[in-house]
């Protein structure tokens, strides 16, 4: 399917795509470990390229590593997704939302449904990554867990993660809606919550087993645990 699309994105008009690369757009893929769909196309500005690489990250790392029990409450949301998925990945947005669902996809190439892509319309959602950094999504939790770590290379770590696995959850959370639309807001953040949650518990287990606390002191906290 990546190929597919690059293949499409090629194919297209030279003055089209010219002029987007000459704005700066640029597209990014990445699939969910294991899934036949869908396939995630990160639509961003070449100057986000560096955050553009962790939502790629965080579909394809945080979706792996995470606990089987998390996968599960998603099977049958992901099952029934659009076998594209269009992310307007930019700085912020205009309602003030970490991401929300289009109705129609905007992104331009993927607007209208194409034989090279399968001929099924695509989905699509934005995520504003700023506003995503400065989000505490648990904050007991993510406050609590920020202390543990000190100041150095494993707290930088801890946060890049945890920033991934945001954007993870609030991009299952919009194609939870875009599935299933009639679904209660508080039933759907509940879901998505409780993804983050969970995954977010279970990288903090596996990095505490991994470390050798008598030599690594970026979890000297753990000590006192």
């Not at 010219?18 to 990160?42: H, I, N, S």
Request: net charge neutral; with cysteine; proline share 5%.
């Amino acid at each position: 399917m990546p190929e597919a699309v690059k293949v499409y994105l090629d194919s297209r008009p030279r003055w089209n795509r010219w002029r987007e690369w000459l704005v700066g757009r640029r597209y990014a893929f990445a699939a969910f470990p294991g899934r036949p769909k869908p396939l995630v196309v990160v639509a961003y500005s070449r100057r986000d390229s560096v955050k553009a690489l962790e939502m790629v990250r965080a579909v394809e790392q945080g979706w792996a590593e995470a606990p089987q029990q998390c996968r599960d409450a998603y099977e049958e949301i992901l099952q029934d997704a659009p076998k594209l998925v269009i992310i307007q990945f930019r700085r912020t947005n205009i309602c003030g939302c970490l991401g929300h669902r289009h109705v129609v996809v905007k992104e331009q190439p993927f607007a209208e449904p194409h034989d090279a892509l399968g001929g099924d319309p695509a989905g699509e959602l934005d995520i504003a990554y700023q506003r995503v950094e400065s989000w505490l999504a648990l904050p007991l939790m993510d406050i609590a867990l920020d202390a543990q770590f000190v100041a150095g290379s494993r707290l930088r770590e801890f946060q890049a993660e945890r920033l991934r696995l945001q954007f993870l959850s609030i991009l299952l959370h919009e194609i939870n809606h875009m599935v299933r639309s009639q679904e209660p807001e508080a039933s759907v953040r509940e879901r998505s919550l409780a993804f983050y949650r969970d995954a977010l518990a279970q990288y903090v287990e596996d990095a505490k087993a991994s470390l050798s606390l008598t030599i690594d002191r970026s979890f000297s906290r753990f000590e006192r645990d």
